[in-house]
Structures are given as C-alpha cells and as structure tokens.
C-alpha cells in the first residue's frame, strides 16, 4: 500500500520546486569532477563550497516544509 499524497500549501510546493538552474548545476558538477581529480584551484574549491552551503540549506529548508 502507498502513503496517500499529501496536498502542500503553495508555499510549501513553492519552496520544494527550488532547485539549481541548468547552468549552476553543469558548473557544480564541473567542480566536483576537478575536485575528485585533485585539480581543482583555491578559488574553484571556495566556489564549490558555497554551492554545498547553498545545497545545504536547500535541502534543510525543504525537509521543514514537507514536514510542516
């Protein structure tokens, strides 16, 4: 048996469909590659950890309004 979907307030829907766009997502996978390589520079690292803190809080954010 499947859990029945809940209805979110449009907030909630709204806060749960943020996501990276296209682009950033191309970037932080470019990043984590060079990172994994061990080729990443300094200022590529400190990029990429802001990506993470971002995702972070995305994730943080999105896990409150589903429980909401």
């Known amino acids: 048996m499947t859990p029945a979907r809940r209805a979110f307030h449009p907030r909630q829907r709204a806060l749960l469909r943020l996501r990276f766009n296209t682009l950033a997502s191309a970037r932080i996978k470019e990043l984590a590659d060079k990172n994994r ?3 990443i520079q ?16 995305l994730n943080l954010i999105q896990a409150k309004a589903r429980r909401a």
């Open 42 to 57: 300094p200022a590529e690292l400190a990029l990429l950890e802001r990506y993470q803190r971002v995702g972070n809080f």
């Open 37 to 39: 390589r061990g080729t």
